[in-house]
């Protein structure tokens, strides 16, 4: 028997040190590092083997035109936001990785493509809750799959027994923080449990075939629990946003091998599951029955998707020392650059007023497309004058106040004109060579901060 080995791990970034030290040199936590057990004794490693397997022939390095490579076709799961995000489907033998906050929909979700992907054998496993719980969820959606199977179990290796008696066409985690493998002497959920059980999921997924999505817990600062190369072994990395309390919920791409990491799905969160919404820029879009001041609508594209989104704004003299400046769904410091441009070559007096910056409907963005919309809305609510609600701008600002152009303006106004806008407001950098008589929208092309306030205010 080989002799027990142990290192020590940090909880936060998963850096790994032979003795314990108070500070990490990675992350620069304090306290994080925790003793655990990396080798017990000596065994192959990995509890998933493949049929016939039991010797493997030495790879040897091939010249790249004498590789062989023939395109899978993805799985289409009815889910148009889920497919969106995935790059137009699952790929087979893909290792999906899905974050979120407690109750924001990732079970949820999860089992929604499991009853909803007939005649494929899924297999889903549960190591939070009982399948009593999973049928309670699965009855209130109202939906059923003959070939979706229900495991509650943690360990990695009872896991795979019933993999190879099922051979499903589909696996899912819930979560990966609740397995542990008996090849690793640790607490679930620690760096070396999740580093090992992700290790063995990808084995398996790469030697079969099957897709496997796993679900993950977040840290208090919303990023992914576990050691930080829980997400480099992943092929795909899907963070679920949204507050819980609202009904709208976000998915978002932030790492993809087979596709964009642009991409974003909207689903509205029901008692009888998750609906997918077919066109967002409606429900970004307040209804509201009188004009009011502060208030502009900003085109910008996420991935392949335009979407117009309304941007709030705030601004009130500081009466309280200095004066505050706040954000909500926006770059807090590209809010103050934007704020140094107008003060500078706009000539308005910013300095002792309070600003408050809001995008609607819980988005996160970061197009610099919406620089003229926050613009156009802190002027509005400094001069107390309403920007027409038929009116909507994309553009991007310079340090010089001049208007640059912008990325795929024409599925921007595009989607104005299919809303039902009247103007639009871009560079006049960004319309060389396109066709404006196509578009019953008007476009007006500004090229500094002074054209846009003459044409609204």
């Not at 889903?124 to 719980?133: A, D, L, R, T």
């Not at 819980?244 to 909207?266: P, Q």
């Not at 029955?289 to 996420?302: D, K, P, S």
């Not at 705030?314 to 590209?334: F, M």
């Amino acid at each position: 028997m080989a002799k027990v080995k142990t290192a020590f791990f940090c909880q936060n970034c998963g850096a790994q040190s032979a003795k314990w030290v108070g500070k990490c040199s990675a992350c620069g936590e304090w306290n994080t590092y925790v003793e655990e057990v990396i080798q017990k004794e000596e065994q192959s490693k990995g509890s998933w083997k493949a049929p016939g397997s039991t010797v493997k022939k030495a790879n040897s390095p091939k010249k790249i035109q004498e590789v062989n490579y023939a395109e899978q076709p993805r799985w289409v799961t009815g889910d148009t936001e889920l497919d969106r995000v995935l790059g137009g489907g699952i790929v087979p033998g893909s290792l999906v990785l899905i974050g979120g906050e407690p109750g924001i929909g990732k079970s949820t979700l999860m089992l929604q493509i499991a009853l909803t992907l007939a005649p494929k054998s899924i297999l889903y496993v549960s190591g939070e809750e009982s399948e009593s719980q999973i049928k309670m969820r699965a009855d209130r959606m109202e939906l059923t799959n003959p070939n979706c199977y229900v495991l509650s179990e943690t360990n990695t290796q009872q896991i795979f027994q019933q993999v190879e008696i099922l051979k499903p066409d589909f696996l899912i985690i819930d979560s990966i923080q609740t397995l542990h493998s008996q090849y690793v002497e640790s607490a679930a959920g620690s760096v070396s449990q999740v580093r090992e059980c992700t290790a063995e999921l990808m084995k398996f997924a790469k030697e079969t075939g099957t897709p496997v999505f796993l679900i993950g817990h977040i840290t208090k600062d919303g990023s992914i629990a576990g050691p930080k190369v829980l997400e480099h072994m992943v092929d795909t990395v899907l963070q679920f946003e949204g507050d819980r309390h609202l009904t709208y919920r976000i998915l978002r791409t932030s790492k993809n091998r087979f596709g964009s990491t642009h991409e974003l799905g909207i689903y509205e969160m029901r008692a009888e599951g998750l609906r997918t919404v077919l066109n967002p820029s409606e429900i970004l879009l307040t209804q509201r029955e009188e004009v009011l001041n502060g208030v502009a609508i900003g085109a910008m594209m996420e991935g392949n998707r335009p979407l117009l989104i309304e941007i709030q704004s705030l601004v009130s003299p500081a009466t309280y020392g200095t004066p505050q400046r706040s954000s909500t769904g926006h770059d807090a410091k590209r809010l103050n650059m934007l704020l140094a441009v107008l003060e500078k070559r706009g000539g308005m007096r910013l300095g002792q007023q309070d600003v408050f910056l809001n995008v609607a409907g819980g988005m996160k963005v970061a197009d610099p497309a919406l620089d003229l919309a926050v613009c156009a809305s802190l002027i509005s609510s400094y001069e107390d004058t309403p920007v027409s609600p038929e009116l909507c701008l994309a553009g991007e600002i310079g340090l010089g106040g001049e208007v640059r152009a912008v990325s795929r303006i024409e599925n921007r106004i595009a989607e104005a004109e299919k809303l039902g806008f009247k103007k639009i407001i871009v560079s006049k950098y960004a319309i060389k060579g396109i066709d404006l008589k196509k578009y019953t929208i008007q476009v007006i092309a500004v090229s500094k901060l002074e054209e846009m306030y003459q044409r609204i205010f």
